[in-house]
């Protein structure tokens, strides 16, 4: 019991830790998309999940959801995105920007 209660008490402290790192060197520094009210253009500018079609393969939307799920591959993430009824895959790339720094374009 001691050994477990010591376990979890060495995981707490990690996990700690971790919430109080600088992670902008990993993810960048993207800025924070405010809520409607706040945003250039308002709720017109945004993409509803099921209105996305084949039309639109290659153009740059924005579209918002609950994260339902993800997982890396290599330098690659893989993020499913749910908004009521439909779902959406994005993938998003790391690459270096110019200081050296990972980002995801």
């Known amino acids: 019991r ?4 010591l376990r979890e008490r060495e995981k707490l402290e990690k996990l700690n830790a971790a919430s109080n790192e600088d992670w902008s060197h990993v993810f960048g520094d ?13 709720a017109g ?5 099921g209105d996305l ?16 799920t993800t997982r890396g591959v290599g330098k690659m993430s893989f993020c499913l995105l749910r908004s009521s009824l439909y779902t959406v895959q994005c993938v ?3 690459s270096k920007g110019g200081d050296g720094k990972a980002e995801i374009p």
Not at 30 to 42: C, D, F, L, N, R
Not at 61 to 67: A, D, E, M, T
């Open 92 to 94: 998003a790339f790391e």
């Open 30 to 42: 993207a800025p924070m998309i405010q809520s409607v009210s706040k945003t250039e253009g308002g």
């Open 2 to 5: 001691e050994e477990r209660e």
């Open 53 to 68: 079609n084949k039309d639109m393969e290659g153009k740059e939307v924005l579209v918002r959801g609950f994260l339902h």
């Open 45 to 49: 500018r945004w993409t509803k999940i």
